[in-house]
């Protein structure tokens, strides 16, 4: 069945660092991909999404390239804040019965530090 | 705004116990999802409803049971509880299908320790 693998946390940075989440997928179809992120205390929250191959997603700075060839979806952010401290999900889509779910990789924790 | 709202945030219920946790979306979505999250497994399904009174298993559906008689409330209930139980699970809701372009809204999720 499809899988996400993404790098174990916790990762610790500093602010204004570069940050770099890695994320694989195995898919037998073309899924589309995702990245979610889940402040402390609150539900997941959609951060960016990429729908077909060599789509980019991006919000508040963060930035996500579909790489068919490498079955890749890393997140990459240039310069990390405090408030990006939560943790990320990489996750794809698939189609069920009627509708998609979504298959999550194990979350990757992140700190920044001031 | 979309909100899904969990009805409990902290339980703490003993083993063989029935629970029951509820989930509502004020938006008239069609998808209900039941995911449960464990530290370093990510959020597995346990069960989705595409309409009023469907659902089909997810990846774990083992021990656990749905119910939705009304579009906004998704319940998942836990017929016996066991301490395998303990974890925090996530309700979820969309329109449609992500890969149409819609987006899976998330509630804050319940902590359920089984003891």
């Known amino acids: 069945g499809d899988s996400v693998t993404q790098m174990e946390g916790p990762v610790t940075l500093s602010e204004e660092a570069f940050l770099t989440i890695n994320c694989t997928y195995t898919a037998t179809g073309y899924p589309s991909l995702f990245w979610y992120v889940q402040y402390p205390g609150e539900g997941l929250q959609l951060l960016l999404k990429?729908?077909?191959?060599?789509d980019k997603g991006s919000n508040k700075g963060f930035e996500a390239t579909y790489r068919k060839e490498t079955t890749s979806f890393h997140l990459e952010k240039g310069s990390v804040q405090v408030s990006d401290s939560a943790v990320y999900f990489c996750a794809l889509s698939d189609m069920i019965a009627a509708g998609n779910k979504l298959t999550f990789g194990g979350g990757t924790r992140v700190l920044v530090k001031p | 705004d979309v909100k899904v709202t969990q009805s409990s945030r902290y339980l703490v219920k003993r083993t063989g116990e029935k629970v029951f946790l509820e989930c509502v979306q004020d938006m008239d979505h069609e998808n209900m999802f039941w995911y449960r999250q464990d530290p370093g497994l990510g959020l597995r399904l346990i069960y989705f409803s595409y309409d009023v009174k469907m659902k089909e298993k997810g990846d774990i559906p083992e021990g656990y049971s749905v119910s939705r008689e009304k579009k906004e409330r998704f319940s998942l209930i836990l017929e016996s509880a066991s301490t395998n139980q303990t974890s925090m699970y996530l309700c979820?809701?969309?329109?449609?299908?992500?890969?149409?372009?819609?987006?899976?809204?998330f509630g804050e999720g319940s902590w359920l320790t089984v003891v």
């Open positions: 990429a729908t077909k191959a060599d």
């Open positions: 979820a809701s969309s329109l449609g299908g992500v890969n149409s372009g819609n987006t899976i809204y």
